[in-house]
């Protein structure tokens, strides 16, 4: 039998722990978490699955996970964000894989599925749902970058396939405010990790047009109307986020050329 260390960082997620490791239940071997010095109940939800919690600065994503997965005891980690929870496929589909073993393989991806405001979406800017992300990897060959946005594990030369059967299922945001406080946010950190040929190339003219592409990408072409009032917020967002992330890395070009 594999065993499977489950990995998760957390800041201030006491909306949804409870969930994601109760969703554990039953197939993690270990659970590990890194916290961000938390302020509300997370760390005491944290304890009553796991003693393996431990408070870290935080960097980037990445880099907290790599975090976690250094303290894991088994090779195999499964890596899980604080508002994610397994369903019970994917609860079962992981327990045969641990009876079967990964062959060769060093990595295996699962179907991520997106949820805003209690309903399971076709779209969350700038990612279809569900859509198929790389969790269950041998840390000793994978392991995250340190992107300031759009982390991603890396290393792997041996992905299995297909995916695994199962729904990660991701509760994102818990309220329209907290939909748009994370829209500022992410569009900061977008522009401040641009490099600097993206930020040379910004201008006037990508901030007004770049985000009615995005509408109409993610939108309509993507099926977000479909999704009623949270796909026509999730509209909204995506035209916010693109004109925000263009608008700040057109800023930052004015800053660095001295206010010309």
Request: proline fraction near 5%; glycine fraction near 8%.
């Amino acid at each position: 039998m594999t065993p499977i260390s489950f990995c998760c960082v957390t800041f201030n997620a006491e909306r949804t722990l409870n969930t994601t490791l109760a969703s554990l239940a039953g197939v993690a071997d270990e659970i590990i978490i890194v916290d961000s010095f938390s302020t509300d109940a997370t760390m005491e939800i944290a304890r009553r699955y796991t003693s393996k919690v431990v408070q870290e600065p935080y960097l980037y994503h990445g880099t907290q996970m790599n975090k976690a997965t250094a303290l894991a005891t088994h090779d195999w980690v499964f890596c899980i964000d604080a508002d994610e929870s397994l369903d019970e496929e994917l609860v079962k589909t992981l327990k045969e894989w641990k009876e079967k073993g990964p062959g060769d393989r060093d990595s295996f991806r699962v179907w991520r599925e997106w949820l805003f405001l209690g309903r399971s979406l076709h779209a969350f800017y700038p990612v279809s749902s569900p859509d198929r992300i790389i969790r269950l990897y041998n840390r000793q060959l994978v392991r995250f970058n340190d992107r300031p946005v759009d982390d991603k594990p890396e290393g792997q030369k041996k992905i299995g396939k297909p995916p695994l059967a199962g729904l990660l299922k991701h509760d994102t945001t818990g309220s329209i405010h907290d939909l748009f406080a994370k829209c500022n946010h992410y569009s900061s950190r977008a522009a401040r990790g641009a490099g600097p040929e993206a930020v040379a190339d910004s201008s006037l003219g990508k901030v007004v047009l770049r985000p009615w592409g995005a509408v109409a990408k993610w939108y309509l072409l993507k099926q977000g109307y479909k999704d009623g009032f949270p796909g026509l917020l999730l509209g909204v967002y995506a035209f916010l986020y693109t004109f925000l992330k263009y608008a700040k890395m057109y800023e930052r070009k004015i800053n660095e050329q001295g206010g010309k």
